[in-house]
């Protein structure tokens, strides 16, 4: 199971790669391999402005449904289009082809309490 340093991470399990005021969010490593093989990926907020934690769609594996749940506040700006015919793209590369939304970030302070790598390893029980 891979844990990426320079990512920070939610206990929700969700990713959070920050580009200027630019961040990149999906599933971590960990959760694609809880849920198994993912079928479907609805995202219900997009140019919407969501407080941090809100709901902004779900993940639809083979046995259950999970919500995202956005890991700062801020407006969604794009889409993940290639997860519509290919939601597999999350388990085979969730950090890279598998990511799901991107967001401009309102409140950048809110970054300072998503925890790191080490944080996120312990949170899953490395």
């Not at 960990?30 to 609805?42: K, P, R």
């Not at 956005?70 to 015919?85: F, M, R």
């Amino acid at each position: 199971m891979e844990i990426k340093p320079e990512l920070k991470y939610t206990k929700d399990h969700e990713w959070i790669k920050v580009e200027g005021n630019v961040a990149t969010i999906g599933i971590t490593d960990y959760a694609q391999g809880e849920l198994g093989d993912i079928v479907y990926v609805e995202i219900e907020a997009l140019d919407e402005e969501l407080q941090k934690e809100e709901i902004f769609g779900s993940v639809e594996a083979v046995k259950t449904v999970s919500d995202l749940f956005i890991p700062v506040s801020g407006k969604i700006t794009h889409v993940n289009d290639s997860l519509e015919d290919n939601p597999e793209l999350i388990n085979e590369d969730p950090y890279d082809k598998g990511w799901i939304i991107k967001m401009e970030i309102q409140t950048p302070s809110e970054l300072d309490e998503l925890l790191d790598a080490d944080s996120y390893q312990e949170l899953i029980g490395g």
